[in-house]
């Protein structure tokens, strides 16, 4: 009643599949669904904490690029 459920396989999947095909076929998925998952978890991470930083910012963060235009026309010459 609660076998692996190998003897209720139809001999037409075993010659389709062999057992070392599915065993490498079930690891490649499993990877592949971690990946999925770290993907995932390093997007919202991520959105996280640019959420979190946007939530924080100070006055200074608007005027932290000030200036940046300005040549350096008015610079100590020689």
């Given at each position: 009643?609660?076998?692996?459920?190998?003897?209720?396989?139809?001999?037409?999947?075993?010659?389709?599949?062999?057992?070392?095909?599915?065993?490498?076929?079930?690891a490649i998925g499993w990877t592949s669904v971690?990946?999925?998952?770290?993907?995932?978890?390093?997007?919202?991470?991520?959105?996280?904490?640019?959420?979190?930083?946007?939530?924080?910012?100070?006055?200074?963060?608007?005027?932290?690029?000030?200036?940046?235009?300005?040549?350096?026309?008015?610079?100590v010459g020689i």
């Open positions: 009643m609660f076998d692996s459920g190998k003897k209720n396989r139809s001999g037409l999947i075993d010659a389709l599949v062999p057992e070392s095909t599915s065993s490498a076929l079930r971690a990946l999925a998952v770290t993907a995932l978890g390093l997007y919202v991470g991520r959105e996280l904490r640019i959420r979190y930083k946007f939530k924080r910012r100070t006055p200074s963060d608007y005027f932290s690029h000030a200036g940046e235009e300005m040549g350096a026309e008015y610079g």
